[in-house]
Structures are given as structure tokens and as C-alpha cells.
């Protein structure tokens, strides 16, 4: 079983820029993929970016291109995502998942507001 821990959501100013991080726990190296998906309401949850164990394949939603980043530290069993340009409409509850072979799983959630 894999454990997720995200954190660095909160509030910002359009603009601005947040990172949040989600740290992997328990059976952390049987993980092969890790992404952030985010649920705004009464919308149903997508996939923000994604990244592969060998930290160099990634794929990113089309509507966060160029102002988001993804990436990950291997010997911390952590993955970030750098959100630069923040939007309104990047409002919403961020959640972390890893996969494995058997199992997909994911963290509690971590807010980011974005509004002036």
C-alpha cells in the first residue's frame, strides 16, 4: 500500500506562484507513475500533469502548458508541481496519485485559491 501526502496549497494572487509537493510513503518503490489531477466544484476531476519514475517522461494538460512544471525527487519519494502564472480558473482542490502494478492511489487533497 502507498501512502500520499500532499502540501504547499493555499491562497494566491493571480499571477502568482505556488508549489505544491506530495511525499509517497510505504510501498513507495513499487510506484511507476505519479501525476496532480484537481477537482474544482461541481466539475469532475482532471488531469493536471503526470511524470514517469524516470523523472523525464511527462505529459501536462493543455490548459496549464508553460506555467506548470512537474517533477520529481526519486530518493525523497516526492513529487512537485511548480505553478507559475497562477489564473482563477486554476482554483480548485489538488489531489496526488501514484501507480503501481496493482494499485492506484491517492492523497487527501490540498487546496489552491487563486483570487485577488
Known amino acids: 500500500q502507498v501512502q500520499l501526502v500532499e502540501s504547499g496549497g493555499g491562497l494566491v494572487q493571480p499571477g502568482g506562484s505556488l508549489r505544491l509537493s506530495c511525499a509517497a510513503s510505504g510501498s513507495a518503490f513499487s510506484i511507476y507513475h505519479m501525476a496532480w489531477y484537481r477537482q474544482a466544484p461541481g466539475k469532475q476531476r482532471e488531469l493536471v500533469a503526470g511524470?514517469?519514475?524516470?523523472?523525464?517522461?511527462?505529459n501536462y494538460a493543455d490548459s496549464v502548458k508553460g506555467r506548470f512544471t512537474i517533477s520529481r525527487d526519486n530518493a525523497k519519494n516526492t513529487v512537485y508541481l511548480q505553478m507559475n502564472s497562477l489564473r482563477p480558473e486554476d482554483t480548485a482542490v489538488y489531489f496526488c496519485?501514484?501507480?503501481?502494478?496493482?494499485?492506484?492511489?491517492w492523497g487527501q487533497g490540498t487546496q489552491v485559491t487563486v483570487s485577488s
Open positions: 496519485s501514484a501507480k503501481t502494478v496493482t494499485t492506484l492511489n
Open positions: 511524470i514517469f519514475t524516470n523523472g523525464v517522461t511527462t
